[in-house]
């Protein structure tokens, strides 16, 4: 039988926390944790290790961005993704740049984001519709305004490259392996030694890393 998700909830507002908290339980998540601000998140992130913290940007005197930094700069294993009122797009370049996962809004319903912790668990960039588009679309005019360092460095096998130019396109495993004529676990093998190779934390990084080097193009 397989192991539930383990999932940590922070939010400032405590009647949403334990709402969240609830609602995934009963979906059959394991909710390890909860906290209340940023200073108590990476605290008891530290100690439960989460799979995936689902996380508020508004947490108080220290935003959640410190919060994700924290959290990643201590769990670099742990996925986040954000949940919050906000779908301002400065507010999620800056979650994204600061290692975040994934981001949706509050008005996804209890489904939307079960499914999307689930889709975070297994290593796949989230985000509510319309803004996995401007999350790309910043990282392609980064990747134009600064020069390209040529090949990449550590090298990646042709195969390690085939998975990324992939991943950054958003296809799950499963599709990949598909389409590369392989098991969805060689895949995921191909993303873990790419993402050691390159030290890189998530695919979210990977997706932009192809982009950078051109990789997503070809």
């Not at 924290?70 to 999620?92: K, M």
Request: proline share 5%; net charge negative.
């Amino acid at each position: 039988m397989t192991e539930p998700i383990t999932v940590m909830v922070v939010d400032d507002h405590p009647i949403w926390r334990e709402g969240v908290a609830r609602d995934l339980t009963e979906r059959g998540l394991d909710v390890v944790a909860t906290a209340p601000d940023a200073d108590a998140a990476v605290r008891i992130a530290k100690a439960v290790r989460p799979q995936v913290v689902l996380m508020d940007l508004n947490l108080g005197e220290t935003s959640g961005v410190q919060a994700i930094e924290g959290v990643l700069d201590a769990l670099p294993g742990t996925r986040i993704l954000v949940l919050s009122a906000s779908g301002e797009h400065a507010d999620v370049l800056e979650a994204v740049k600061a290692g975040a996962a994934g981001y949706l809004v509050k008005s996804a319903s209890a489904e939307e984001l079960l499914a999307a912790v689930q889709r975070t668990a297994d290593g796949f960039p989230v985000f509510t519709p319309g803004l996995a588009g401007l999350v790309l679309g910043e990282y392609r005019r980064l990747a134009g305004e600064e020069p390209r360092s040529g090949p990449a460095v550590p090298a990646l096998t042709d195969r390690e490259t085939d998975v990324l130019r992939l991943v950054a396109k958003g296809l799950t495993a499963r599709q990949i392996g598909e389409r590369l004529g392989v098991s969805h676990r060689t895949v995921e093998t191909h993303v873990q030694s790419t993402l050691r190779k390159l030290q890189l934390h998530n695919r979210v990084q990977l997706a932009r890393y192809a982009i950078e080097q051109g990789i997503a193009d070809e």
